[in-house]
């Protein structure tokens, strides 16, 4: 089975751009989280997506949206993009009823 | 409030020794918990996990204890390899929601 994958891999914009990055899960499983990864920040989860209705959701502004899709790929957007937003954007799916999270090699997004 | 700590930013031992890695919560209501380990460039990957129901799950060299009345769980090693050498999470799990601590960064030296 192929794993999580995200696009694109890596991603420069300038403060007050968006920017939307994508997901695909592993085949079968239906939901999808999305964390930021900042140095010394650990994970901090944004929100999960299952059978495209937003289950969960982090304590982010609401510039950072996301979205899922019937096939359960999942995008996530931020907008007005500030210089603290460059982080590592990881994507992970898991089983309905799972607790084990799969992740993909992650974007990292950094904003000059 | 950070609901899960790993107080030990980083950890540093020999080849054949012992890790052992730590981590805190606050909230009584996970009930399962979860080790990933991350290489640079890499998602997060599971390692091992343990229902609050038990104390001790093993495997292969990696144990994990829980420790539920003083809200600890550790994560050991034995023997640490060089190849061990990565950014260890751990995750506390609440009615489907996944909590991390910030990450140990452990290295072993050969």
């Known amino acids: 089975k192929a794993g999580v994958t995200q696009t694109p891999r890596y991603l420069i914009k300038t403060r007050g751009q968006q920017v939307t990055l994508s997901c695909s899960p592993i085949?079968?499983?239906?939901?999808v989280s999305w964390y930021q990864q900042t140095p010394g920040q650990g994970l901090q989860f944004l929100f999960e997506?299952?059978?495209?209705?937003?289950?969960n959701k982090g304590n982010f502004p609401g510039r950072f949206s996301g979205r899922q899709f019937s096939n359960s790929r999942s995008e996530m957007n931020v907008s007005t993009l500030e210089l603290g937003d460059s982080a590592l954007y990881l994507c992970?799916?898991?089983?309905?009823?799972?607790?084990?999270?799969?992740f993909g090699p992650g974007t990292r997004l950094t904003v000059l | 409030d950070q609901q899960v700590k790993q107080n030990s930013p980083s950890l540093s031992v020999q080849e054949g020794r012992i890790s052992i890695l730590n981590c805190d919560y606050t909230?009584?209501?996970?009930?399962?918990f979860l080790w990933y380990k991350k290489y640079p460039a890499e998602g997060p990957t599971f390692l091992i996990s343990?229902?609050?129901?038990?104390d001790k799950n093993e495997d292969g060299r990696f144990t994990v204890f829980l420790n539920k009345s003083a809200k600890h769980l550790s994560l050991h090693i034995v023997p640490s390899q060089p190849g061990d050498s990565a950014v260890y999470f751990c995750?506390?799990?609440?009615?489907?929601?996944?909590?991390f601590g910030d990450g140990t960064t452990l290295t072993v030296k050969p």
């Open positions: 085949s079968g499983h239906r939901s």
């Open positions: 995750a506390a799990i609440n009615a489907g929601k996944s909590t």
């Open positions: 992970a799916s898991r089983l309905p009823g799972g607790d084990t999270q799969y």
């Open positions: 997506y299952f059978s495209e209705t937003q289950r």
């Open positions: 343990i229902s609050s129901i038990k």
């Open positions: 909230n009584s209501m996970f009930d399962y």
